[in-house]
């Protein structure tokens, strides 16, 4: 009795089990959804493994704001090679207050202003780098993520002693000046204070010596981050003219920079240049030298590395293997249908008469329309 419970409860389960199973047999193994199979799960791996490389991707983004900090100071790194002796040739800034700020933080160093083999191939690489930030903006993103304290941007020492005289001048160093416009200035003679501004001692040297040739190594602003690379870094000027003026024309945008590698405040600039030769006869006025003018610019650049997150690299992992699923079943589908009409298997249940047998022993290929029961009612 207990069995016969048994096997009722049993039966009155599966009649009201509204999903019935279905047997394996009715399931159809075949090579097509075999391939298809494999297809889509060698192009999920393929996928999954290209989304892995994009999640560990960064990119740089872009904030502005206007730059509240006008009471601290800026600093000028410098690094500037002139064809002239360092007796000859002084260097200062003076800002738009006509403040004339103290150049104790710059070396005069005496040097050859040919590069050596080594220093020259540094050169050259440099100023390819140079072109190609001017043409592709985007490697800007790329030295911002590659930054490393340490970094080989500077020029690299003279591999041996030269036997060349050492006639020109190697002006290095920092200085701090006032976040306001200001000119720094390389010009001949040594400055000296003036009531009225400043002045240069240039009555004691020949013009037949002014020779402003130069090479600018390096220049920044603000803190110095090497790896790097600024617009005048490289930058190479020989003088047609004894008496020529080399203008810059500089605007300086301050600029937090936070990478997963380093955190600094530093600043970025833009540049014109102009260069004319100095004739007073030909009403081309002016002093001979290097003028270097800036101007800050009053708004902040907040540059950020971002990251993709898990949860995002999540989501997009699984919307790649559901999209695959889906869409290998939908051709595959559609792939069978396709064949099956053109192979003429697709089946829409034909219509086969059914077989009547007589007494007399005679077959019948179509049933009658009415049974011999039927006329005789």
């Known amino acids: 009795m207990r069995r016969l419970s048994r096997k009722k409860a049993a039966n009155l389960v599966k009649e009201l089990d509204a999903f019935p199973k279905v047997p394996e047999s009715y399931v159809e193994t075949t090579a097509s959804g075999g391939t298809v199979?494999?297809?889509a799960f060698s192009a999920m791996a393929l996928l999954a493994f290209f989304e892995f490389f994009v999640y560990r991707e960064t990119w740089m983004k872009y904030d502005y704001e206007v730059d509240k900090d006008f009471s601290s100071k800026l600093r000028i790194n410098i690094d500037i090679t002139v064809a002239m002796k360092c007796q000859f040739v002084g260097a200062d800034v003076l800002d738009l207050a006509e403040t004339m700020v103290a150049s104790d933080g710059l070396q005069y160093e005496p040097v050859v202003f040919e590069l050596s083999p080594q220093q020259r191939l540094w050169h050259r690489t440099l100023l390819l780098?140079?072109?190609?930030?001017?043409?592709?903006?985007?490697?800007?993103?790329?030295?911002?993520?590659?930054?490393?304290?340490?970094?080989?941007?500077?020029?690299p020492p003279r591999e041996e002693d030269p036997d060349q005289p050492l006639s020109s001048c190697?002006?290095?160093?920092?200085?701090?000046?006032?976040?306001?416009?200001g000119n720094f200035h390389i010009t001949v003679g040594k400055a000296i204070p003036h009531p009225r501004g400043h002045a240069h001692l240039a009555a004691l040297v020949s013009h037949d010596t002014y020779n402003f040739s130069h090479r600018i190594d390096h220049l920044s602003f603000g803190e110095e981050i090497p790896g790097i690379i600024n617009p005048l870094d490289g930058t190479e000027k020989i003088c047609l003219d004894h008496n020529q003026m080399f203008q810059y024309f500089i605007t300086i945008v301050p600029t937090k920079l936070q990478t997963h590698k380093i955190s600094a405040e530093t600043h970025q600039?833009?540049?014109?240049?102009?260069?004319?030769?100095?004739?007073h006869a030909a009403g081309s006025h002016g002093v001979s030298g290097i003028f270097m003018k800036y101007d800050i610019s009053s708004l902040m650049v907040t540059v950020t590395e971002q990251h993709m997150p898990l949860w995002q690299f999540l989501v997009r992992l699984c919307g790649i293997i559901g999209g695959i699923f889906s869409t290998t079943g939908m051709l595959h589908g559609l792939v069978s249908f396709l064949v099956d009409v053109v192979c003429c298997r697709f089946k829409l249940g034909v219509y086969k008469p059914k077989e009547a047998t007589f007494q007399d022993g005679y077959v019948n290929s179509q049933t009658p329309l009415l049974a011999e029961s039927d006329e005789h009612n």
Do not use: M
Not at 130 to 151: I, P, T, Y
Not at 170 to 181: P, Q, S
Not at 269 to 279: G, H, K, L, P
């Open 129 to 155: 780098i140079q072109n190609r930030l001017r043409e592709e903006h985007a490697l800007q993103d790329v030295l911002f993520k590659s930054v490393l304290k340490g970094a080989p941007t500077a020029l």
């Open 269 to 279: 600039y833009s540049v014109t240049e102009r260069e004319r030769v100095i004739n």
């Open 170 to 181: 190697r002006i290095h160093g920092h200085l701090y000046v006032n976040k306001v416009a």
């Open 37 to 39: 199979s494999l297809i």
